[in-house]
């Protein structure tokens, strides 16, 4: 059996895939019916995966370890021809649209196809190649420089990622010098993040305007494939969340500070959940694995044959360590219709939620993979969060198996965070809506920006005069700020898709279940909007959703003693 380590990795030859490429395109132009067009895309297709199954290789082994030379130079190659790739994707896009037989190919390859490729069309320009190439390297910067801290604390060198746990210790001294010494590294290097942002934004906006538009945003919404609704729906979603979310986080946040017995809770503070600890996994990485495998293999049969397919070949790369970039994602390899996760255990919960988390990504994936159509493995990212976010709630049953007596923590902590996480989710959403839609504002502007959203979405928020925080500069530890613009609102609105699921699994679990497969083996061949109703949910748009979901969360949570845990 082929693993992981053993996955091949071919560099693209870009002249040779544009001079194969557009041979096929030709026939593609040339074909006088919908059958010698149809092998014309598989053709593409295979191509297309060849050049996905290298980038993705790259990615991964890069991110496992900043300091490969190999790899690290391998992606910067990728940073440049990326956009190179997609200007042949987009002219495959071009003559697929206006194709004779369009309606034939429609009947065979579905319609979402031609509008994931009316949306590429729309977001891309041959002149903007050498800015989308400077916008990759960019994003990698600062890829590089989170990757980078090397953080003296406790005696040890530490990454951002290892400090984690000290930030939720029983000892508030503890607490507030492990803040300390993680914003510390940011406020030493503020300069940086504020170049690395400022010349992103600047560049994302002469893409705009290359493309005809008046800002960023749209081109943001185009990228990220929002069909059916637009920045003016997202905008009544954050409200909602304002009125209705807002003011339940602030009583959370003060039922914590009543159990963690503090007159007054600080950021320090908002990392320990219990004042007897939080729920930690009782055992090291290779147990919560081994319990993972029981777990899934409880779970499905389906989901016990994905496990055993990532655990097979190697799949996961999960404890956080020296030259390893922060957080955690899945990809999917597509020549070997692999999955792959990534993360940063540190020994909290955390983990526990790396591995329901990504795999609902990987599961899903995993899914999907022989749908037939690569455009369709993966949906709009609104909607493959709901796999991920969901999964959490699916495995509750479990959760005793790595928890054992702080079970009952672990649910309040996690059904909590979900609501507590939503003002939050859709602050980083407003921010990056304000900030395209006035590309000329400086660094200061910024920070002062965010500090305005932190005290309408997080009016409980104080950071006990830590001054990089005080001056707003939080939001520069969200990654998909930096990398991937316009994505974070999708988890807020998968969360309420989620809570839709926690929901219905306590109600009716099998139904709820068949409604989850059926959602994950559709993969992207259907918008977010079509996608949820297959999967007999609500739409986060709808006025009244959020009110809907919340009523049976906070039963639950109002049930619980959470002085006692």
């Known amino acids: 059996m082929t693993t992981f380590k053993d996955y091949e990795y071919k ?13 096929h395109l030709a026939r593609f132009r040339q074909a006088d ?10 053709e593409l297709n295979r191509l297309a995966n060849n050049f996905t199954t290298a980038s993705n290789l790259v990615y991964i082994r890069s991110s496992i370890d900043t300091s490969d030379a190999y790899y690290e130079k391998q992606r910067d190659y990728f ?35 031609f509008t994931i490729a009316d949306q590429k069309i729309r977001s891309f320009s041959a002149e903007a190649i050498p800015l989308l190439q400077q916008e990759n390297k960019l994003a990698s910067e600062y890829a590089k420089l989170i990757a980078s801290a090397q953080i003296e604390f406790d005696g040890k060198t530490l990454t951002l990622a290892q400090l984690g746990p000290y930030t939720q210790s029983k000892d508030r ?7 300390e010494a ?12 504020d170049e690395i942002y400022q010349k992103l934004v600047e560049v994302r906006h002469q893409i705009a305007r290359i493309l ?23 905008k009544n979603f954050r409200e909602q969340v304002k009125t209705h979310i807002v003011p339940l986080a602030t009583r959370l946040y003060e039922r914590q500070a009543s159990r963690i017995g503090v007159d007054r809770l600080t950021f320090h503070d908002e990392g320990l959940n219990f ?19 029981k777990m899934y293999d409880e779970l499905s049969p389906e989901t016990s044959e994905f496990f055993g397919f990532m ?4 799949l996961m790369d999960l404890i956080a360590k020296k030259g390893k970039e922060g957080g955690g994602y899945c990809t999917y390899i597509d020549n070997y219709a692999s999955p792959f996760i990534f993360s940063n255990f540190n020994g909290t919960s955390d983990d526990i939620d790396v591995l329901t988390h990504e795999a609902g990504h990987a599961f899903q994936v995993y899914s999907s993979r022989n749908i037939g159509v690569p455009e369709y493995i993966w949906p709009t990212s609104e909607a493959a969060e709901i796999h991920s976010m969901s999964m959490e709630f699916f495995a509750w049953p479990w959760m005793d198996q790595f928890f054992e007596d702080d079970t009952e923590k672990y649910k309040f902590s996690h059904l909590s965070s979900a609501l507590l996480f939503l003002p939050y989710g859709v602050a980083v959403d407003e921010f990056q809506h304000m900030i395209y839609e006035n590309p000329g504002m400086t660094p200061a502007d910024r920070k002062a920006a965010w500090k305005k959203l932190e005290s309408e979405y997080l009016p409980h928020r104080d950071y006990e005069g830590l001054e990089y925080l005080e001056e707003g500069g939080f939001w520069q530890r969200q990654a998909h700020i930096y990398e991937i613009p316009f994505y974070y609102i999708d988890y807020c609105l998968a969360q309420i898709c989620a809570l839709q699921f926690w929901k219905r699994s306590r109600e009716e679990r099998e139904a709820a279940w068949a409604d989850y497969l059926h959602l994950c083996r559709l993969g992207g061949s259907l918008p977010f909007t079509e996608l949820i109703k297959e999967a007999n949910l609500l739409s986060p748009f709808e006025d009244g959703c959020i009110e809907s979901v919340m009523g049976p969360i906070i039963e639950w949570l109002d049930a619980v003693d959470d002085r006692s845990l």
Do not use: C
């Open 212 to 234: 005809g538009y008046q800002d960023f945003v749209e081109v943001g919404y185009l990228r990220m494939n929002r069909i059916g609704y637009d920045r003016e729906m997202v």
């Open 182 to 193: 993680r914003f510390g590294f940011f406020a030493e290097h503020k300069n940086d993040f």
């Open 173 to 179: 001294k503890t607490r507030k010098a492990a803040n």
């Open 311 to 314: 655990l097979e070949r190697h």
């Open 11 to 23: 560099r693209p030859d870009m002249e040779l895939l544009r001079t194969e490429w557009n041979k």
């Open 275 to 293: 004042i007897t600890g939080n729920a930690i996994p009782k055992g090291d990485a290779d147990w919560v694995i081994e319990n993972g495998k």
């Open 33 to 42: 019916s919908a059958n010698v067009q149809d092998v014309e895309i598989r």
């Open 79 to 113: 940073n440049e021809i990326g956009p190179e790739f997609d200007e042949l994707n987009t002219a495959f896009y071009k003559e697929l649209v206006k194709s004779p037989f369009r309606e034939e190919l429609e009947k065979r390859w579905g319609t979402q196809l």
